[in-house]
């Protein structure tokens, strides 16, 4: 019409008669900016949107007037009394909005704030209250950190460990709750305030006593296997003089890795006591004597080491399925940590039964546990 000056009537062009690339592409959003339906035929999206419930764009004005009401900033201390578990902050015809209260870390202080819903106020919460917790017993935690420093006479068996600082976060996740309240009530947290209070006297001796023993097992497995990284590997019919000589493995880099050095790191890494529960690290000194029982063993029969290698060898290989594959929840690294600490007790039975293990296992319970908890 415009080039032309002829006038061509809509219904002379049936829309179906035009090629699809040529048809217009509608795409309708929603009041949240989600697209709730596109396509390119108008009739047939028009039907399906009718039939779709639209759900309304949250009411920012009435989260900002209950926000104001309820949000605290920069607290110190639980001065806020307590905590209804959900608020209301508008309701209509089709779906009410709610808030849920919880307590966020901000640096050295804490934050009230509300959350939009129940996993994230829970997820953020724990921290707030371990950290309240914390700021409510100054002293006590003050005087645990300066008992502490005794550690530093183990200095040149842990020169990477860092031990005081390393322990003194270790002894706080061990001390604080380890949950979020049944409701968050001031005497929930006046109660765990008392409980953290009560369990902080003595608790860095006993923790000191076990780095001690943890240690200098350590620093005797080192003994052992200490060797130099041309250290050949020892001929057919040679005796076996000293641990060095077991097990070395050739890297793609030609320098000699010992294998039994990895099994050390794998008890027991570098800063283990950010990643070694405190309640775990009673029963580290038997994990470190079946090591070297095994060490013993297999030097005198390298044959019956290996065979029990392979019996291990699958669960190694799942645990490491299961870290690759990574957990989204505190309770889902909770059964992968469980797991791991199995394996441990499954090489106590597998090369040194007569330590004991700390409960029953077996493979046969390692894969009832993975097939419950690490497929998932």
């Given at each position: ?33 989600k697209t709730l339906g596109a396509g390119r035929d108008l009739s047939e999206l028009r039907q ?329």
């Amino acid at each position: 019409r415009q080039r032309y000056g002829v006038t061509i009537p809509s219904e002379t062009w049936a829309t179906n008669l035009i090629p699809a690339h040529l048809r217009p592409r509608i795409e309708v959003i929603g009041p949240d900016q989600k697209t709730l339906g596109a396509g390119r035929d108008l009739s047939e999206l028009r039907q399906k949107l009718e039939q779709t419930k639209v759900k309304p764009a949250p009411d920012n004005s009435a989260w900002l007037r209950v926000a104001q009401r309820w949000e605290k900033f920069a607290l110190g201390a639980w001065t806020f009394g307590d905590l209804p578990e959900r608020l209301t902050v508008s309701e209509t015809e089709s779906v009410p909005v709610y808030a849920w209260p919880g307590l966020e870390v901000d640096g050295s202080t804490v934050n009230l704030i509300l959350f939009r819903s129940v996993t994230q106020a829970r997820t953020a919460t724990l921290s707030g209250i371990q950290k309240l917790v914390e700021l409510a017993l100054p002293k006590d935690f003050a005087w645990l950190q300066k008992d502490l420093r005794d550690l530093t006479r183990f200095d040149a068996l842990a020169a990477e460990d860092d031990l005081p600082a390393t322990a003194f976060e270790n002894l706080k996740r061990h001390v604080l709750p380890e949950a979020v309240f049944p409701a968050l009530t001031e005497a929930h947290f006046r109660y765990a305030v008392e409980k953290t209070r009560s369990q902080i006297p003595g608790l860095a001796a006993q923790l000191i006593d076990r780095v001690s023993a943890i240690l200098k097992l350590r620093q005797e497995i080192q003994r052992r296997f200490a060797t130099s990284p041309s250290t050949p590997a020892p001929a057919r019919g040679r005796t076996l003089s000293d641990f060095s000589q077991l097990n070395l493995v050739k890297t793609n880099t030609k320098e000699t890795t010992n294998p039994w050095e990895n099994e050390l790191n794998a008890i027991l890494p570098s800063r283990f006591l950010e990643v070694i529960p405190y309640v775990r690290l009673t029963h580290l000194p038997r994990y470190l004597k079946a090591l070297t029982t095994r060490m013993e063993r297999a030097k005198l029969n390298p044959l019956k080491d290996k065979e029990r290698e392979l019996q291990l060898a699958p669960y190694l290989a799942k645990l490491r399925q299961w870290e690759t594959r990574g957990t989204t929840t505190p309770e889902a690294r909770q059964r992968q940590e469980e797991f791991r600490w199995l394996i441990e007790e499954f090489k106590v039975s597998l090369f040194a039964q007569e330590l004991g293990t700390a409960v029953p296992v077996s493979a046969k319970r390692l894969d009832q546990f993975f097939a419950s908890n690490g497929t998932h």
